[in-house]
């Protein structure tokens, strides 16, 4: 599996472009300037099939709607944050964003224990609600791309709208009791482990037994 990182829209999102097959892609998160992700696809000859979304804030999905349209790629969110695609208050984006709002006309709502394939690869559906309702982690192979669920030694913010400290920290114990390491890829900021934050990030490491 070979993964591309972009950092797009205002808050430089981490976007990943993730190779399911030769000449095949899918795209997790997309939180704007969809020239450039268009010409990155067009210069490693990359089909886009299917857009991933972490959750619903204006950040991740700021360049959703315009790739849709000219890819025909089907999106993918969690049914407790599809409303934040049509929605500048819900997104955030009318409180935080300094660019018009581009509603998201054409979706798919998943469940936290869905599966979603594309080209040779599987993408395991996790529903880690806390920074929003619907937030989700994607795992696939040895990857998990948590959004703004975890980051690298912290976690996302808990008091937006829609967001709730305990179900986070329930989110992160799920996270915490995974069997084995992962390497994890956040919404923001550089990569890490899961083993490296079982063990240096405070937010986790209450989560440990004794």
């Known amino acids: 599996m070979k993964i591309h990182t972009l950092n797009l829209g205002e ?11 030769p000449g095949r892609c899918i795209v997790i998160d ?5 020239e450039r992700l268009i010409k990155f696809l067009d210069l490693h000859k990359l089909k886009l099939r299917k857009i991933l979304l972490t959750h619903g804030h204006f950040d991740h999905i700021g360049g959703v709607e315009a790739v849709r349209r000219m890819t025909g790629a089907e ?3 969690h049914e407790d944050d599809a409303k934040m695609l049509s929605s500048a208050e819900y997104s955030l984006a009318a409180d935080m964003s300094f660019r018009p709002f581009e509603p998201i ?17 599987s993408f395991q559906v996790m529903h ?3 920074h929003s309702w619907g937030s989700v982690c994607y795992i696939c192979e040895d990857v998990i791309f948590s959004g703004d669920t975890l980051f690298r030694e912290s976690v996302g913010r808990s ?4 967001s709730n400290p305990i179900d986070l920290n329930n989110s ?8 084995g390491d992962y390497r994890v890829l956040p ?11 079982r063990r240096t990030n405070p937010f986790m490491k209450k989560n440990r037994t004794y």
């Open 30 to 34: 997309l939180g704007g300037d969809p």
């Open 187 to 197: 919404g923001h900021g550089p990569f890490t482990t899961l083993e490296h934050e």
């Open 105 to 121: 006309t054409e979706y798919t709502a998943i469940t936290g224990d869905s599966v979603i394939n594309d080209g040779d690869q």
């Open 75 to 77: 999106v993918y969110v």
């Open 159 to 162: 008091d937006f709208p829609g």
């Open 11 to 21: 808050l430089r999102v981490n976007c990943y472009v993730v190779e399911t097959a």
């Open 172 to 179: 992160l114990r799920y996270l915490y009791y995974l069997s």
């Open 128 to 130: 880690t609600p806390g």
